[in-house]
């Protein structure tokens, strides 16, 4: 594989492509900052983080990796207009079943939240 600045995974660190354009070794990299030369080379150049906290420090990524979360999902017309029709059915059917269960059978107040 030839080692140009085109190759480096995207999801290495900045810090560390900057390092790695003025030491040019992947073995160097691993000295100056402690680590094992195949994590340096995992993430260079197939973007594979290390898992133990402290050599991700070292290779400029955070102590704890970040979760990744899921997109929203994009809304339909009219999606809040039923959204809230349902909810107010559901707020409606709950007070019927509470009334209908109170013990003396009358309306009672009822103080949803």
Do not use: C
Request: overall charge positive.
């Amino acid at each position: 594989m030839d080692k140009t600045i085109e190759n480096i995974h995207p999801n290495a660190p900045k810090r560390l492509v900057s390092l790695w354009r003025k030491v040019r070794s992947d073995r160097q990299i691993a000295e100056l900052r402690g680590v094992n030369h195949f994590y340096v080379s995992q993430l260079l150049w197939r973007g594979i983080e290390p898992g133990k906290a402290e050599i991700r420090v070292k290779l400029f990524l955070s102590a704890k990796p970040l979760k990744r979360r899921d997109p929203k999902p994009e809304e339909w017309s009219g999606q809040k207009r039923v959204m809230k029709k349902v909810r107010q059915l559901h707020r409606e059917t709950t007070r019927t079943f509470k009334r209908g269960m109170s013990p003396n059978g009358k309306h009672e107040e009822v103080n949803d939240i």
